[in-house]
C-alpha cells in the first residue's frame, strides 16, 4: 500500500543516530507543547521562550534547576536499580514521602545532637523507612505474584495521606496558625548550602551515589547479575542466580535512594516536614530514567533538563498564567516520543515495497 | 432504621461504583486483546472533561456521554500509535498517558474549574424500584447505571459467541497462531486499544455528568489506578468486574459517610481506605489463584513483518 515499511537494521544504531532520535523526540514534544499553548491563547514562540529563559535564562534560574534537579536525580536513580532488572517500581513518589517522614522523626526527636550525629541519623532513617517502603510490594511480589505496579502505586497514595495525617495531626506545629507543617528542625538538622549559592550539598551528596551505583553495576557481582537477569530471567534462572533475592535487593536499593531525596527535601530545602513537598517528583523520575536510559550520567543530565522544565513551567505560570498542570503534558509527551524513537534503535523506515 | 441506612449505602455503593466499573469493563476488553494500557486513569479524566465540556456547550448530557466515550478512543490511541506502530514498551506508554491525560485535562479544564454542566438526574424503573431492598439499591438511579447494567452481559457475549470476540481473544493469547490462521492481529489490536479507551471514557463522563456535576482538577482520584487492579481481581471476566467495582463503591461511599459524621477517625486515614483495599484485594485474588488467568501474551508486542 504505503511505499513504506519497516526494516530490520544490521547493527544497532549508533551514539550519534541516538543522540538525533532523542534531539527529534524532544523537539517534537516542545513543538507540540508550543501548538497546546496557542490553543489556550498564549504565543507559541513567547510561552517556549519564557519556558527555556525561566529554565536556564539566568543564574538563579539555573540554581532554581539544579536545586529541584537533586531530589528528581536520587529518585531516578533508584527507581533505574528496579528498572534494570525490570522490576517496574512506580513507588519512587511514596518511598520519598516515607524518606521525608523517617528523617523528619529523628529531627524532631533529637534536635539537640550534634551535626556529625544528627545528619548520619536522619539519612539512615530516610533509607530504612524508604526501604521498607520498597520491600513490601517486593515481598507481596515474591510470596504471592502480586503485581508490583499497582501495590507500588497504591503504596503512594497511602505514604502521601500518613504524611498529611502526621502534619495536620501530631507532628503540626502549635505555633503554625494552622498551617499543616512541622516546626522547623534545629540547626543541626539541616544540610546547608554551597558557599554564595542557593544550591544545598545535597548535589554533593548524588554525586557520590550516582558514582557510587556506576560502581555497583560496572563491576560487582551484583550488579552484573542484576543486569543480566534483567535481559533475560529464563537464562538468568537457569544458570542459578538468585533472582528472587535480587528482586528484593532492587526495590529495597530503590527505596532507600528515593528516601534519601525525601531527606534532602525536608532538611536543606523546607527546613521542616510539609504537604507541599509533594509535587511528584517521584514521577518525573520516572520519564528521566527513561530518557536517560538507565545510565547514572546520562540521568544526571536528563534531570537537569526535567528540572529545569518544572522551574520553566513555574515561570510561564508567573508570567503568562498558563495552568501549572502544562508541565505535565510536557513530560507525558517526552516519555511517549522518547519510547516511539526508541523503535529506530533496532529497525529502519525503508523506502520502496520490498520483496 | 438501620435497614434503611444499609440500603441507602448500598445504593451509593453502586453508584460511586459505576464510573470504576466502565473503566474495569474498558481495560478488560483491552488486555483481552493482549495489550496491557496502564493510561486508564489519563484516558477516564480526558474522557470525563470532554463530556463536561460538550454537555455545557450543548445543553445535552447524553452527547456529552457519546464525546466522552469518542474522546476515551481517541486517547486511547496514543497507546496505540506508541505500542503497536513503534513498538514502545507497553509499561511505560501507559505510564506515559497516564502523565499526559492528567496535565491535559488539567491544563484545558482549568477555565471550567468549579463550573456546573447538565448532568444526568436520577429516574426510576418503574415496576423494579418499588421491590423491596433491591428496587432502591438498583433501580432508583440515573440512565447510565442502567446502561452499566447492560454492558458486561453483552461482554461476555461478544467474548463467547462472536468471531470477532473469539479473534480478538486469539490476538490476545497467541498471536502466532492467530496471524497463522488468517487473522489480523495488529487490526484486533487496535480494536482493543479503542474500544477499550471508550469504555473507559465512559467512566470518566460518569464521574463529571453524574456522580458530580462539576468540574475539578484531579477528579478521577486515582480510580483509573483501581480499575487496572480490579481487572486482575475479576480474573479478566465482565461478569466478575460488577462485585469488585461495587466493593470499591462501597467503601467509597462508606468514607465519606464517615466523614460525614463527624468521626474520631483522621479523613487523611480514613481517604487511605480505598487505596488500602485495593492492595488487600490484590493480595487476596492472586492467594485464592496461583495460575493467572491473564491472556498468555498481555503487554508483549508483536515485532514487526520483516
Redesign the interface.
Known sequence: MFPMR???RQEPLGFGGSCFVLLTALGLSLLLSAI?LSL?GTSPVRGISVLLQGAFGSRWALEDSVLKAIPIFLCSLGVAVAFRLKI?N?GAEGQFALGAIGATWIALSFPGWPKYLLLPAMIGMAMTCGGLWGLIPAL?RQH????E???T???N??AI??L??LV??VWKDPTSFGFPMTPMFSEQAIVGKIGGTSINWGLAHCVILGLLIWLFFRFTRIGFEIKASGDNVRAALYAGLPYDRLVILVMVMSGALAGWAGFLEASATVNRLQPSIMVGYG?TA??VA?LARLHPLSIGIAAILLAGLRVGVESLQLDLQ??A?????????I??TV?????FTH?RIAWGVGK | MTSQIIIALLAAAVQSGTPILFATLGEIFTEKSGVLN?GVE?VMILGALAGFVVARQTGNPVLGFFAAGLIGGLAAA?HG??CL?????Q???G??????????????G?AFIGMAAPGFAPVAVPLLSDIPGIGPIFFQHDVLVYVSYLIPPAMWLFFARTRFGLGLRAAGEYPAAATAAGLNVLAYRWLGIVGGGFFMGLGGAYLSLAYTHLWT?NLTG?RG?IA??LV?FAFWRPGRAVFGAYLFGGIMALQLRMQASGTQL?S??L??LP??L??IV??LS??RK?T?DAPASLGINIA?A?
Open positions: 519497516i526494516a530490520k497546546l489556550g517496574w512506580i507481596l504471592l505474584k502480586t503485581n505496579i499497582i501495590v502505586l497504591m503504596m497514595y497511602i495521606l500518613f498529611d495525617y495536620y495531626g514521577y520516572i520519564v527513561w498558563v495552568p498542570a502544562f508541565g505535565g503534558i510536557i513530560e507525558g509527551l516519555l511517549l519510547l516511539a524513537g526508541g523503535l529497525y | 496502564l489519563g496514543i500509535v506508541v506502530w513503534f513498538q514502545g514498551n509499561v511505560v506508554s505510564l506515559a498517558l497516564t502523565i499526559l491525560g492528567t496535565g491535559l485535562a488539567n491544563y484545558l482549568t482538577t486515582g489506578w487496572v487492579a486482575i483522621s487523611s486515614i481517604l487511605m487505596y488500602a485495593t492492595v490484590l493480595v492472586s492467594w496461583r493467572s514487526p520483516e
